[in-house]
């Protein structure tokens, strides 16, 4: 598997990634009634997201914490948020929900901060050569 000489770039993205995980996630998982009133979404979407949200932010976590990274592992977080804005984008086309105009706004800015980051996050990933392997 191919490592990266990772950049301290990317590692600050990720930690980012995994720092708004974790807060949201939380705000998620905890306080999802007001959310439900405040958003018009289901509290189990909520409740769903949010413990998402931390299980990706513990991958996020672990994986800064490796001395080198496996380059498949940083382009699986980055499908991982791609595929979180575009299903964001599907929940509210959907009709599945009925969120308010706070909710809309709410799903539509978390979806741009994470195309954001996924975004970061490549070019991080370009930013981190792969280390030179030597096979016997």
């Keep these: ?13 990720l930690a980012a990634d995994a720092t708004t995980s974790v807060v949201t996630g939380l705000l998620m998982v905890l306080d999802t009634e007001l959310l439900e009133r405040l958003f018009g979404l289901s509290p189990l979407l909520l409740r769903g997201a949010g413990l998402a949200c931390l299980g990706f932010a513990a991958f996020l976590f672990y994986l800064i914490t490796r001395k080198e990274m496996a380059a ?3 382009w699986a977080v980055i499908v991982l948020n791609v595929l979180w ?7 509210l086309v959907s009709g ?6 706070l909710g809309t706004a709410f799903v539509i800015t978390q979806a741009l901060g994470v195309a954001l980051l996924a ?4 070019v991080g990933l370009k930013k981190s050569p792969a280390r030179p392997q030597f096979e016997f």
Aim: zero cysteines; proline letters at 6%; a negative charge.
């Design 96 to 101: 599945w929900v009925a969120p308010t105009t």
């Design 1 to 13: 598997m191919r490592t990266l000489q990772t950049s301290n770039f990317l590692r600050w993205v």
């Design 119 to 122: 975004e970061l996050e490549y």
């Design 85 to 91: 804005v575009g299903d964001s984008f599907l929940l």
């Design 72 to 74: 498949p592992l940083v």
